[in-house]
């Protein structure tokens, strides 16, 4: 295990896990990649077990940073009017959390997209006078238009842009369907937003598109969630806002380099969310390449790997992969450094147990994964008309849940199901399901827990 420190950047370090024994003949490779980063940020992603925080920065210090908040002003919020005053105010309450120095901007969303605060294209600097200006321009916002989410990421990425910064990131509300524009032009803006700066996003209410919600989260490598009741959302968005400022480095990639003949099936984040990043590979050099990993606090994430390595006879042994952090340059000029580095190896044997035992870590997160496969096929196959196909889709989910014990899950599912044996996956669709219960469940089920210690 290699570790890197550097003032005011987190330590991090790589762990393998995986069972290195193949039998005669035996090509796939799989393994549980543990990334760890401490000593820098306060918060984010999974808290480490005993650790105690230990933030490089001074009280109200931190890296260079830089937020817009994206606020749906869409005629909906209007219905009720309290979800447009809970916006307003969520709104404040994540502003009071930026660190002082940060820059920062609102945007108001509609089928256009306006900088309310400071507005011209310019970031304001946090400190108590800005955000009283801010505050004061939340009060005047009002609901009125369409929905055009494209347009906000577009400005946001415009006004990030501008800002010679080490963190960039945006936080964005909606209530309602991307109405406004072509899904082409959406995902034109998500592209063109890519690797540029990391947004959260969150659905308010139940009349917005889960898949549109978590799709902006995936692709800017952020959060997604349902706030089902807007009075919740102060809560959510200084949770948000915390989180954000807890971040320490950006852009950090994970690079996986594989030796001639080696085939890479496919490299996914499975904590504490899964997301295939298999298609986002950008090369990086002779048989290597970067899958972005976002910014990083105090935290832990699980990556699985999996190759597929030629055959070999018994007794040989050869690098399946080696994995490494890895931290460009940020003027471009100079080389990328390397953060910390693992080694995925393969082994020959005629031993049957060695060869046929599957890590707990790989077991684990193989169901996970498949937990959040079946659970979005069962609740597609509900909404379809298939009830036979929801209630083996969702029948197994309750099993694998139960197994991994994903308590969280575990409880959105009966809301959903009726659970008759969880053990065996035997359940019963509910007659009538609240919708704000069937789009939680939707929303959250790419959430893991980790491998039960």
């Known amino acids: 295990m290699a570790n890197f420190s550097k003032s005011n950047v987190p330590q991090f370090s790589v762990e393998v896990y995986q069972n290195e024994f193949l039998p005669e003949g035996g090509r796939e490779v799989n393994a549980i990649v543990t ?59 994540a502003i009071d959390a ?38 004061d321009a939340l009060r005047k916002l009002s609901a009125g238009g369409g929905t ?26 909606t209530d309602g369907r991307n109405e406004h524009e072509a899904p082409e032009d959406l995902r034109a803006a998500l592209d063109s937003c890519a690797g540029r700066f990391t947004c959260d996003a969150r659905g308010v209410g139940t009349d917005w598109e889960v898949k549109e919600v978590t799709g902006i989260a995936a692709a800017l490598l952020g959060t997604a969630d349902i ?20 971040k320490e480095v950006a852009d950090v990639a994970l690079r996986l380099w594989t030796p001639v003949g080696v085939e890479i099936r496919f490299v996914k984040q499975v904590a504490p969310t899964v997301a295939d990043l298999t298609g986002r590979r950008t090369e990086a050099g002779p048989r290597a390449g970067d899958y972005p990993t976002g910014s990083w606090g105090d935290e832990s994430r699980d990556y699985h790997v999996c190759v ?38 393969a082994v020959w044997t005629d031993d049957m147990v060695a060869s046929t035992s599957i890590n707990p870590q790989v077991a684990h997160y193989t169901g996970q994964a498949e937990l959040a496969q079946v659970i979005q ?49 035997t359940v019963r669709l509910k007659a ?12 959250r089920s790419t959430k893991t827990v980790r491998v039960k210690k």
């Open 35 to 93: 990334v760890t980063s401490t000593g820098g940020g306060t918060t984010g992603g999974i808290p480490l077990a005993g650790s105690t925080p230990s933030p490089a920065y001074g009280p109200g210090q931190g890296p260079d940073a830089a937020v817009v908040l994206m606020v749906d002003c869409s005629g909906s919020m209007d219905y009720p009017p309290t979800k447009m005053r809970n916006a307003r105010d969520a709104t404040a309450a």
């Open 308 to 345: 597929l390595v030629p055959e070999a006879g018994i007794g040989q042994e050869m690098l399946a992969a080696r994995v490494s952090l890895i931290l460009p340059d940020p003027s471009g000029a100079g080389a990328p450094q390397t953060l910390s580095q693992g080694l995925v190896r």
């Open 148 to 173: 055009a989410i494209g347009t906000w990421l577009r400005l946001a990425d415009r006004l990030l842009g501008a800002a010679e910064v080490d963190i960039r990131h945006g936080i964005l509300l």
């Open 227 to 246: 706030v089902a009741d807007p009075a919740g959302l102060a809560a959510d968005f200084t949770r948000m806002m915390e989180n954000a400022m807890g």
């Open 98 to 135: 930026l660190r002082e120095g940060t820059r920062f901007a609102v945007v108001a969303g509609t089928h256009v997209a306006k900088d309310v605060y400071p507005g011209n294209g310019r970031l304001a600097v946090a400190d108590q006078q800005t955000k009283a200006q801010a505050k």
């Open 432 to 443: 009538k399901v609240a919708e704000a219960d069937e789009m939680t469940l939707e929303t």
């Open 377 to 425: 096929q069962g609740l597609d196959a509900r909404k379809s008309g298939d009830f036979d196909g929801a209630t083996a889709k969702l029948g197994r989910a309750v099993q694998l849940a139960s197994t991994s014990g994903n308590q969280d899950t575990a409880k959105l599912l009966s809301k959903v199901v009726d659970v008759v044996d969880a053990a065996t996956g």
